[in-house]
C-alpha cells in the first residue's frame, strides 16, 4: 500500500499532526464547514513531526524552499500547495482541528 493510500483513524497513530487539504473543486475554502462531514473532498498530504498545530501549519507552507524539502514533514502525496484556509489537521492525540482565516476550531472530521 502506498502512503498516500494508507487508512487513517481518528486514533492517528503515527505519532505526528496529519495535514487533509480541502480539493480545489470544493473551494471557497471560506465554507469549509460544508464539506468536513465529506471525506471525499479531502485528501491527505503530509504527516508532520510535531504535535503543535501552529508549527504543522508553518512546516507545510512555502517559505524560502518547498515545504515538500522539510526534514520534519513526510509528503505523501505528489504534489501539494501550502496548508491553508479549510484544510484539517489531526493531531496525534486524534484531536481534529479546521484551520480558519484567525486560528483553528475543533471539528468532527472521519477519515
Known sequence: MKPHQRL???ENDT???LVFQLRPNYC???YADEF???RHAYRLVAHVDTAELDEAFA????N???WFDNPSVQCVCRRARSTSVGDVLIVPEGTTYLCRGSGWSQVNFTV
Not at 512546516?59 to 512555502?62: K, P, R, Y
Open 15 to 17: 505519532g505526528m499532526t
Open 64 to 66: 524560502e524552499t518547498t
Open 59 to 62: 512546516l507545510t507552507n512555502h
Open 28 to 30: 471557497p475554502r471560506d
Open 36 to 38: 468536513v462531514g465529506d
Open 8 to 10: 487513517v483513524t481518528q
